[in-house]
């Protein structure tokens, strides 16, 4: 009878998860076809024992469980197990119940464990009908194949609680159904066959909701947060590969979950107890749970770390495939694997997958019998460790941050409620989270997303600068944008995935995974992974290759001081990071909802989960032979992280209102307090300067030892270590910025920027550090160099103009004094000449100063006992841009060095062009200075400062003063006309010449006075001591105020120009011009003198006239 083989074996199933069942009642119930057990309760420790969780359960209970078997039709129907209100509750284990567990006894955990197993086989195998011998031999085993793979489990109201200190963090599930499905994902009843040995599976969850609440000291919930998650659906498929009929394991598993829509929501008071979870995630990966209290030193055999979590485990693996037949493995790895060391999620993960996949033993109790299944078992193979892809999948996710405040009720005895209020939004389309793995060996992990943007909802902190009423364009609430639309980029995140109906899986192919490193690398560079998201690219890549011929071999020797089997083992991890083109404003509305998120996330009271330890150095050292030494020499695991950004533009408005006062002092660590509420009003202020920042490339590269701990000890202990295992002693990073440039720009009302004004254009520099790990253990090693740094520059140039300079100023100056900007702290004038009209050149351009450095380059090191820095620098150059005559610009050298100075007195050095001799010549600067580490020791180490400065030149140019005294012209209400006084002059042809020799001096523009009562505008060429150019000529014989009335800064103006004048009468060019003027002035009065004997010689040439005419009239 088929009622003698599958009683049983759901009858085992149920028994061992649910307490106190009459194993008759249930067999009963079961041969009339359906089952209804009510108010049942969970076997905790068993779920504990098998699921292996870093957590225990508190509570667990099924309100309703229904089993429904089709006897009649077991061959075509599926058998339902419908599961109605299951609840659990989880906490996290304790320090001592985890240092009983990880440190126990493994010999009592194993014989306990071989006991129960005894105990119970005889037991099930007895209650096993005997063979039916009209049944042929396979039959029976290929039923019960056909009814496990088709085996629906419907589950109702699912209900998970995790609690932590004041943390409750709920899951509910409305429902959740499994069941097999086709070729086409559509519920069917499969089997696996010779063509096709593949088996798909499809689970749906309808209305998932997550809240995250706070407890008060009672445990109750005072009032509720709302939902992080609320009523989402999601759909996952699993595609099983098998490699023949007999495979109890399947060699290639998929499990990939779809998410249509995502919307999560967070408030500030929810904020503190999500990061919490996410770092006890964090430290559950690592395997930084503490197992071990304050002041107890931890032990190596309980707790040892690799990269991934702990690899604990391997060689029982190894040894149980050797031993024990695929269908016990499930089973088997759990009772035989070492429980005295604690797990990291992959192990534990992957030690969790044959369980969900494979047959149990107890089935095989029961299908002893069976002479095919006999012959199978006793031609087991050893099988590898299958491919296993997981994969989560989520078209659109949003984020809201929200802000809670209390709401005050009319009465008394009425609850508390709480009123939250959006103020920041975070959108992301097309995210990809893909896991690869192959065993312990293999790990891959790629997250990756098209794109994403950020936005300011509503008000924050009292300022209503996004509330409905302001009427606000969506591009201004935008603040952060990267990667590309997914309509236009279409469903490459799918890629290779179960809902890809390009993959292999959905064409009746078998897909073929990468599972070699270098080819890994080659096929999955940056470029690829940019072209499938665009947004966003992460590769995590982990790899344990065996080259010593020993079989898997764990980690946990090298840390435990094991040395026989050290460079049998490689590992590696690589960590790939690469963000797409992003644009990212920062004005006053994104400042400030960001760092309220930063206040809100600061506000608990949580300890950290992995407390940080004191180094304490080994007091026996590591004695290695050279056969260890070289294999040491030879490889050395590592973890190497690179970060890169492409195409980044930030833009750094003018704060339009600051409130900094009232966040900062938390985010420092100051008390103070954050429910500030402004009252003022918001106004937009157009235009709105900014400072926008482009860079092409940045890339940050990072490299750690694995295992550092364990090699400084070891390298430490050596009498003269290699360069190469010290270098693998210190943490490395390298930070590499490509084109680099700023200028300044402007938001019009429209929303749309003027053209970018340069300010510094493109440069690059590059950036180096090294850290020494644990710089206790080399106290006795003065010279090891603890911290070193390197800075290289190769070139940098910054240009501006006074009212650029002024602009900088003042956004500066909104951003450091607190308060509302108001539209007044602008000038119009200032605005126009930063922001020029293209294609319209300016009456009165103004004066260009451009400085620039090259080749620097600076380096910083320390040691137990000093530190030291060095720097040189190539070359410095400082000119100024003004406009000549022709209308060509003309640039006027103010600063240069190094500079060959021997000629400098002569006026030839001032007509030449001065070039750098040679790419050889020395540095302008070259320093060094060392310092004692403690001053108090300064007679051991003395402070040493060496210093090397070439020649340079300056030139005090009068182009300095007007680029000082530029003012923005401010605009009254009245515009007063006032005669001007103009004397025609003319400049002679020498003149100009003369001027145009003069490289200390170029032709100005005029001038606008920012005093437009005190002085008119004079076009009026006046010929000073250096030059010929237009001048703002004061007329005061206009004015009715008296000399007395003026300004301090008046004063300071015209003391400054006495101060110059008498400058450049002492100068060189003073003295040539000076020379020059006098023989101008000669010449003048004797082109005067010629002009008046012309005048007389005309006078008597008239009176001569005239007494002629006089004398025929007679």
């Avoid at 006897?71 to 284990?93: A, D, Q, R, Y």
């Avoid at 990966?285 to 690799?306: A, Q, R």
């Avoid at 089935?363 to 989560?392: C, R, W």
């Amino acid at each position: 009878m088929l009622e003698s083989y599958v009683t049983p074996i759901l009858m085992s199933y149920v028994n061992r998860y649910i307490k106190n069942l009459k194993p008759s009642d249930l067999q009963l119930s079961l041969w009339g076809g359906d089952v209804v057990l009510s108010k049942l309760e969970l076997k905790l420790d068993v779920l504990e024992q098998e699921l292996k969780l870093p957590f225990t359960f508190l509570s667990g209970h099924i309100h309703e469980l229904r089993i429904h078997v089709p006897w009649t039709k077991l061959g075509s129907e599926p058998v339902v197990i419908t599961i109605n209100t299951m609840e659990c509750i989880l906490k996290l284990k304790d320090a001592i119940q985890d240092d009983h567990e990880s440190c126990g006894s493994n010999s009592t955990n194993r014989s306990t464990t071989e006991n129960t197993k005894s105990s119970v086989k005889p037991r099930r195998i007895q209650q096993a009908a005997p063979t039916d011998p009209d049944l042929p031999p396979g039959y029976v085993q290929s039923l019960i194949r056909r009814v496990v793979n088709n085996v629906n489990i419907v589950i109702n109201n699912l209900i998970l609680k995790y609690v932590e200190d004041d943390i409750v963090l709920s899951v509910n599930i409305t429902s959740a159904e499994c069941y097999t499905v086709g070729e086409l994902w559509d519920r069917a009843f499969m089997d696996i066959s010779a063509t096709d040995l593949v088996l798909r599976k499809v689970i749906n969850f309808s209305d998932c909701t997550v809240c995250l609440d706070k407890r008060n000291a009672s445990g109750k919930i005072e009032f509720y947060q709302d939902p992080l998650l609320y009523k989402c659906s999601f759909r996952t498929r699993l595609h099983f590969t098998y490699d023949n009929l007999n495979s109890k394991m399947p060699s290639v598993i998929k499990i990939h979950t779809l998410v249509e829509s995502l919307k999560l929501s967070i408030t500030d008071q929810q904020l503190p107890m999500f990061i919490r979870i996410m770092q006890l995630g964090i430290a559950l990966y690592y395997g930084e749970i503490g197992s071990f209290k304050d002041g107890e030193t931890e032990d190596p055999t309980c707790h040892n770390k690799d990269m991934l979590g702990n690899i604990t485990g391997a060689e029982d693996e190894t040894r149980i495939d050797m031993q024990f037949p695929a269908q016990y493995k499930g089973q088997e790895l759990y009772s035989q694997q070492d429980d005295e060391q604690p797990q990291g999620w992959v192990s534990w993960a992957w030690s969790f997958v044959p369980a969900i996949v494979s047959y149990d033993d107890d089935e095989e109790d029961y299908l002893a019998n069976d002479p095919a299944s006999t012959m199978h078992q006793q031609k087991a193979q050893t099988l590898k460790d299958p491919i296993v892809s997981v994969g989560f999948y989520c078209t659109k996710a949003t984020v809201t941050f929200k802000l809670t405040e209390m709401q005050a009720e009319s009465s008394y005895y009425s609850p508390q409620k709480v009123k939250s209020k959006e103020v920041l939004c975070w959108e992301q389309e097309g995210t990809t989270i893909e896991a690869l793995m192959m065993g312990e060996p293999f790990f891959d992990c790629q997250i990756g997303f098209v794109g994403c943007r950020a936005m300011c909802l509503k008000g924050i902190m009292g300022v209503k600068d996004f509330e409905e009423n302001m009427n606000r364009s969506e591009t201004e609430a935008c603040f952060f944008i990267c990667g590309e639309n997914l309509s236009t980029k279409g469903l490459t995140y799918l890629t290779n995935s179960l809902f890809d109906y390009r993959s292999p899986e959905n064409n009746g192919t078998r897909a073929e995974f990468i599972l070699d490193a270098a080819h890994h690398k080659e096929t999955y560079t940056e470029i690829a992974g940019m072209q499938r998201f665009g947004a966003f690219y992460m590769d995590y890549l982990y790899t344990m290759e065996n080259t010593g011929g020993k079989g898997s071999v764990n980690q946990q020797d090298f840390s435990s001081g094991k040395n026989e089997d050290l460079g049998t083992v490689q590992e590696k991890s690589t960590k790939s990071l690469v963000i797409g083109p992003l644009d990212f404003r920062l004005d006053s509305s994104s400042v400030h909802r960001i760092l309220k998120m930063v206040v809100c996330a600061l506000e608990h009271e949580y300890e950290p989960y992995n407390r940080l330890k004191p180094e304490i150095k080994d007091e026996s050292e590591i004695i290695l032979n050279p056969e260890e030494l070289a294999s040491l020499e030879e490889y050395i695991p590592t973890r190497h992280t690179s970060v890169t950004l492409l195409k980044c533009t930030c833009t750094i408005f003018m704060a339009e209102f600051n409130l900094l006062d009232h966040l900062l002092p938390i985010i420092m660590g100051e008390k103070n307090s954050s429910n500030f509420m402004n009252t003022t009003n918001f106004q937009p202020l157009r235009p709105l300067p900014s400072i926008q920042i482009l860079v092409d490339k940045i890339n940050l590269e990072h490299s750690v030892p694995m295992y550092a701990e364990q090699l400084v000890h070891v390298v430490s202990s050596l009498s003269q270590p290699s360069d190469n295992l010290l270098h693998y002693c210190y943490v490395h990073c390298y930070l590499k910025i490509l084109g680099f440039q700023a200028g300044l720009t402007s938001l019009d009302c429209s929303g749309s920027y003027c053209l970018p004004v340069p300010v510094i254009p493109t440069f690059s520099t590059a950036l180096y550090g090294k850290l020494l790990k644990l710089p206790t253990c080399w106290t006795k090693r003065s010279q090891i160099v603890i911290t070193e740094g390197i800075f290289e520059l190769p070139n940098l140039t910054v240009q501006a103009t006074r009212a650029q300079t002024l602009l900088l100023q003042a956004i500066y100056q909104s951003w450091s004094h607190i308060g509302n900007v108001s539209s007044s702290g602008i000038n119009e004038a200032l605005m126009n000449e930063v922001f020029q009209t293209v294609g319209v050149k300016s009456k009165n351009p103004l004066p260009t100063l451009e400085g620039s450095i090259q080749n620097v380059e600076l380096k910083y090191c320390s040691t137990s006992l000093v530190k030291c820095a060095s720097g040189t620098m190539g070359s410095i150059k400082i000119c100024a841009k003004a406009p000549g005559d022709s209308g060509k610009e003309k640039w006027v050298p103010l600063l240069q060095g190094p500079s060959d100075t021997k000629d400098l007195h002569s006026t030839k050095w001032l007509n030449e062009s001065r070039k750098p001799e040679s790419l050889l010549a020395p540095d302008l600067i070259a320093f060094t200075i060392q310092v004692p580490q403690y001053m108090d020791y300064c007679h051991n180490s003395g402070a040493v400062l060496l210093c090397s400065i070439q020649g340079f030149a300056i030139n005090i140019d009068p182009i300095i003063y007007t680029w000082l005294i530029y003012q923005p012209q401010k605009r009254t209400s009245r515009h007063m006309q006032q005669p001007v006084v103009s004397v025609p002059l003319v400049t002679p042809i020498s003149k100009r010449k003369e001027d145009e020799l003069s490289v200390g001096s170029a032709p100005l523009a005029k001038q606008q006075s920012y005093q437009a009562s005190e002085y008119a505008s004079s076009p009026v060429k006046t010929k000073t001591l250096t030059e010929s150019r237009p001048l703002s000529v004061p007329v005061k014989t206009m004015l009715n105020i008296s000399e007395g009335c003026r300004s301090p800064e008046e004063r300071m103006k015209e003391f400054i120009g006495i101060v110059w004048n008498a400058v450049k009468s002492l100068t060189i060019q003073g003295i040539y011009r000076r020379k020059l003027q006098h023989l101008q002035e000669e010449k003048n009065k004797e082109i005067t003198i010629l002009y008046n004997t012309i005048q007389d010689l005309e006078r008597c040439l008239s009176i001569r006239k005239d007494s002629h005419l006089k004398h025929r009239q007679f």
